[in-house]
């Protein structure tokens, strides 16, 4: 196991409605980063927390919004849910450790199931 | 956009064979290239990654073949089994500026069945 877990693990939301989902990161991680993943594919990357900030995003809409804790839990938002919503989303935590440049280990939770009807 | 296109989709391989994954990447400035592991209902767990210097990174069973000129690379499980049926992703990611993590470019999977 990695030490990080996400709850719910299922939802099911009808189109127009907003969903927030949760992720508890790894002890001592200060990164946290969103994926979906749609069936039958591979995740995409949604958006990057560290040390509470948003330091990076893929290609995903204003909807989708994000918050990270100082107890490094982070939620994810999406506003007026689409039927393409429909997918796993997977949290990773790991340590960023600047000035180092060595490559972030990511370490992923279980994910949440969301069907959007 | 797809930037890493991975193949084959599925792959069946009997016990004791080489299990063998592509991926071909655009970015020229990606710099790390992770193989992750998911079996059902769990999230991707990293396997072995590779950075561009170097061409080959073995760890037990699983070997990285880096080919930087092709931008290419693979994974190769050695003896696979039973318990390496799940699917693999590769990805990629670029050098992420100071304070911030690797932000991972997935290619598709590949679905590998090890029959016995």
């Known amino acids: 196991e990695t030490g990080v877990t996400q709850s719910p693990t299922h939802l099911i939301k009808t189109r127009g409605q907003q969903v927030t989902l949760r992720c508890s990161s790894q002890s001592g991680h200060n990164t946290v980063s969103w994926y979906q993943q749609a069936l039958g594919q591979g995740p995409q990357f949604i958006f990057q927390y560290y040390r509470e900030e948003e330091n990076g995003r893929g290609n995903f809409p204003p909807r989708f919004s994000g918050l990270q804790f100082p107890n490094y839990s982070s939620e994810l938002n999406v506003n007026a849910l689409e039927l393409d919503d429909s997918a796993l989303y997977l949290c990773?935590?790991?340590?960023?450790?600047?000035?180092?440049?060595?490559?972030?280990?990511?370490?992923f939770g279980p994910g949440t199931r969301l069907t959007v009807l | 956009q797809q930037q890493v296109k991975q193949s084959p989709q599925s792959l069946i391989v009997q016990k004791g064979g080489i299990s063998i994954i592509n991926c071909a990447y655009e970015?020229?400035?990606?710099?790390?290239f992770p193989w992750y592991q998911q079996f059902p209902g769990k999230g991707p767990a990293l396997l072995i990654a590779?950075?561009?210097?170097?061409s080959e990174k073995k760890e037990g069973r699983f070997t990285i073949s880096f080919n930087k000129s092709a931008k290419q690379f693979s994974l190769h499980i050695m003896d696979s089994q039973p318990g390496d049926s799940a699917t693999y992703f590769c990805a990629a990611s670029v050098m992420p500026p100071e304070g911030a993590g690797n932000m991972l470019t997935f290619g598709g999977g590949t679905r590998l069945m090890v029959k016995p």
């Open positions: 970015n020229t400035a990606f710099d790390y």
């Open positions: 590779i950075r561009p210097d170097v």
């Open positions: 990773a935590s790991s340590l960023v450790s600047p000035p180092s440049t060595v490559a972030d280990t990511q370490y």
